[in-house]
């Protein structure tokens, strides 16, 4: 989800939106300064390979931007500036090479970004020609995001997504292109003999479909073809070497990365970065987050209309009769207005942390099930991959029922500022709105200041979206939204990933998986065993996609279907189109369109940068200013401990960690956790802006097993001086006792 979003005194609400209000200041002050129902059958084959059929390489890295003072990405919501860390966000890097054509070969990128973007894909596509030559290529690497929603902010280069993030924040997406490259080149290095296996299994109760209204607009016939609403099939690609031995995994699973709510500060991988923790830990426990030789991918899929939040939506509206009741089913709506309505996940009535550990236990589960249960079939078949870019603003193509269809230059309904149950929106906004007629004229006068007026062409093509923002048509200082996207697909064997620049709904990703297995098959480039995936938002971000049915609805996803109602059936031509280019056989390359035009060097950035750091009077750089209580902890108590800070802008400790909890072991202290463990958050305040200074809390919620002794909590940090030069330091907390 994208969702712009702004706080202002307007709106006294715990989840405010008011975007529209503040959306005119920013912009001067841009202006100022540029002017299926059940998983499907898997036929069981035992034993692997001896020799391999592939080489396999896996590989991680650290790409968690600014902990602090930066938007975060996925709810675009302004007063979500990040203060601190949860988790630390990671790219995995998953190579499968052809070992009988060793020029054949895949590059899987699984991030725990909010959605891939052209930028980042091209900076990375750059690095890796100049180090690799053309081992990797646009048509065989694939940049997916796991969606999650408290990622840092900043990176994507289109603007619209950057309102929030006041502009292009270059620290984030260094970040990302670093930690990611240092993945690749892992995976690149350590590529060894292997065999893949594929399993898949059901998992119930880790997602919901939040737009079930629209969801009903789908044909009775196709609806009756499923059990659920929202697809409950994980599909696991098990990697092993030549011995057998587990070297890593990618799991897909469609949910959305908003199991931490849009008032979570502290950075986070959200649910699937938590699967991800989990399932690494599991088979390493003494190895520290990011230096595992295991790598976990959980991957996003056709997650457009699903939610993490399991319990349903809800009123928060102390006094109000609705209070503590559902949201009104067709547009989620409670006393006629939106602002109210949320979400609930599984651990609602404990925090939205203890529901981001349930939807990321129950992932990890699920596919540990998969990963070892010895009824799996061998991935067997060439290595393949295509790809294309493809004009959305006007692509014309012809229907499987003779008649001709095109796309749209992207435009965003009313709708889109309506939100989700996952974020909700504000004043009249409201899901549902697919009326011609504003629903109020004052938003009529207001987004001809913010895009240009539509035409009578633009409204047609778009209809029956009643066209809030026209962003296609509005590239000044530079675009908006996208219009070129990247199609692609890799095979490996009969598993082939359709990478998608965008979100599917449940019902569009059924059909897209559905149409392109039968393509696959009736070209004679895969038997009866294909097996088709989404992976997706990845490598550009497109927004939705929706059926036409669902569109016609116009509830968020509608409405954020920016290339029109016709999208979905052009991503199925065209990706339907690419299908002989997997074939073993295959020879060329397809007809492109243009690459997207390069924005990163336009980029405004309003972010101010780091003056100066000082500790207050009489004290230095990392002492204690509240230390650990006195006596003896237990599982489930948190310890805490305050100090003095610096600014962590300073350095992002890519790799590395803001802090440690170290254990006494024969006199030595060993470090028992980092920033990226769960059980730790890292949170900085800025005490005062004039003098600098600025404190840092670490705690520490102590977990079952956590063996008896003696520990102490360290930070480490890093001071910025009024001339500019870094300099780092630590603090240790007094000793204390885990009984």
């Known amino acids: 989800m994208y969702l712009p979003s702004f706080s202002t005194a307007l709106a006294d609400s715990a989840f405010p939106f008011n975007w529209i209000h503040d959306a005119m200041r920013l912009f001067v002050m841009y202006l100022a300064a540029f002017f299926t129902a059940s998983p499907p059958a898997i036929e069981a084959q035992g034993g692997s390979s001896s020799n391999g059929e592939y080489l396999i390489g896996l590989g991680i890295g650290d790409v968690t931007g600014p902990v602090v003072e930066t938007n975060m990405m996925g709810y675009a919501f302004l007063p979500q500036t990040d203060t601190g860390l949860h988790m630390r966000q990671r790219s995995r890097a998953f190579i499968v090479v052809d070992a009988s054509n060793p020029s054949e070969r895949v590059l899987f990128i699984n991030s725990d970004i909010c959605m891939g973007d052209s930028g980042i894909r091209r900076t990375i596509l750059s690095s890796l020609q100049s180090l690799y030559g053309d081992l990797y290529t646009p048509a065989n690497t694939a940049l997916v995001g796991t969606h999650a929603h408290s990622g840092v902010g900043g990176y994507l280069e289109n603007l619209l997504p950057q309102v929030t993030s006041l502009g292009y924040v270059n620290e984030t997406a260094a970040a990302i292109v670093s930690g990611t490259l240092k993945a690749i080149a892992d995976a690149h290095n350590s590529l060894v003999p292997g065999n893949i296996k594929l399993g898949n299994t059901t998992l119930l109760n880790a997602n919901r479909n939040r737009s079930p209204s629209a969801y009903l607009a789908n044909p009775e016939w196709e609806r009756a073809m499923y059990e659920e609403n929202q697809d409950t099939t994980v599909t696991v690609l098990g990697f092993e070497n030549v011995d057998g031995d587990a070297m890593g995994l990618l799991s897909f699973f469609p949910v959305h990365g908003t199991s931490l709510y849009e008032n979570n500060t502290l950075v986070s991988g959200d649910n699937k970065g938590m699967a991800a923790w989990m399932y690494e830990s599991y088979i390493e426990p003494s190895s520290m987050p990011g230096n595992n030789s295991f790598v976990a991918g959980f991957v996003q899929s056709n997650v457009g209309d699903t939610t993490p939040n399991t319990l349903g939506a809800y009123c928060e509206s102390p006094g109000k009769p609705w209070d503590g009741q559902p949201c009104e089913f067709e547009h989620s709506t409670c006393g006629n207005?939106?602002?109210?309505?949320?979400?609930?996940?599984?651990?609602?009535?404990?925090?939205?942390?203890?529901?981001?550990?349930?939807?990321?236990?129950?992932?990890?589960?699920?596919?540990?099930?998969?990963m070892e249960n010895s009824n799996k079939t061998t991935v067997s078949g060439s290595v393949k991959s295509v790809h294309v870019y493809l004009d959305m603003t006007t692509y014309t193509f012809t229907l499987p029922n003779g008649t001709l269809a095109r796309t749209c230059p992207a435009a965003l309904g009313y709708s889109f500022a309506g939100g989700t149950t996952d974020g909700p929106g504000a004043f009249d906004f409201i899901q549902g709105d697919n009326s011609s007629q504003s629903q109020n004229p004052f938003w009529e006068v207001v987004k001809r200041f913010i895009t240009p007026a539509p035409s009578e062409e633009q409204i047609a093509c778009h209809h029956p979206k009643p066209i809030l923002l026209n962003s296609g048509y509005n590239h000044q200082p530079y675009d908006w939204s996208p219009g070129t996207v990247d199609v692609q697909m890799l095979r490996v064997g009969q598993f082939v990933i359709l990478v998608i620049p965008g979100e599917l709904t449940t019902m569009a990703g059924r059909r897209m998986r559905d149409a392109l297995r039968a393509r696959l098959i009736a070209e004679g480039v895969l038997d009866d065993r294909a097996y088709v995936v989404i992976a997706g938002p990845a490598n550009t971000y497109g927004h939705y996609v929706t059926t036409r049915e669902e569109y016609s609805v116009q509830r968020y996803e509608g409405a954020s279907t920016i290339f029109g109602p016709a999208t979905l059936d052009a991503y199925i031509n065209k990706y339907s189109e690419l299908v002989p280019y997997l074939a073993t056989?295959?020879?060329?390359?397809?007809?492109?369109?243009?690459?997207?035009?390069?924005?990163?060097?336009?980029?405004?950035?309003?972010?101010?940068?780091?003056?100066?750091?000082?500790?207050?009077?009489?004290?230095?750089?990392?002492?204690?200013?509240?230390?650990?209580?006195?006596?003896?902890?237990?599982?489930?108590?948190?310890?805490?401990?305050?100090?003095?800070g610096a600014n962590p802008r300073n350095n992002l400790r890519l790799d590395g960690t803001f802090l440690t909890v170290d254990r006494q072991l024969d006199g030595e202290w060993v470090v028992a956790r980092t920033d990226s463990h769960p059980s730790t958050t890292y949170q900085w305040n800025r005490t005062s802006k004039v003098l600098g200074t600025s404190t840092v809390d670490i705690r520490w919620t102590i977990e079952d097993e956590t063996p008896a002794g003696t520990y102490r909590i360290t930070y480490y940090g890093d001071s910025k001086s009024l001339l500019g030069s870094i300099s780092t330091f630590t603090g240790d907390s007094s000793t204390f006792t885990v009984g």
């Open 337 to 370: 207005r939106t602002e109210d309505c949320h979400g609930r996940g599984p651990g609602f009535y404990i925090s939205d942390f203890e529901s981001n550990r349930i939807i990321g236990q129950a992932q990890f589960e699920a596919t540990r099930t998969v």
């Open 585 to 644: 056989n295959a020879t060329g390359i397809p007809s492109s369109n243009a690459a997207p035009p390069e924005q990163t060097s336009k980029a405004i950035s309003l972010q101010t940068s780091v003056v100066v750091d000082n500790p207050p009077i009489f004290k230095h750089f990392g002492d204690v200013l509240i230390d650990v209580e006195s006596g003896i902890y237990h599982a489930g108590d948190t310890v805490a401990v305050r100090f003095v």
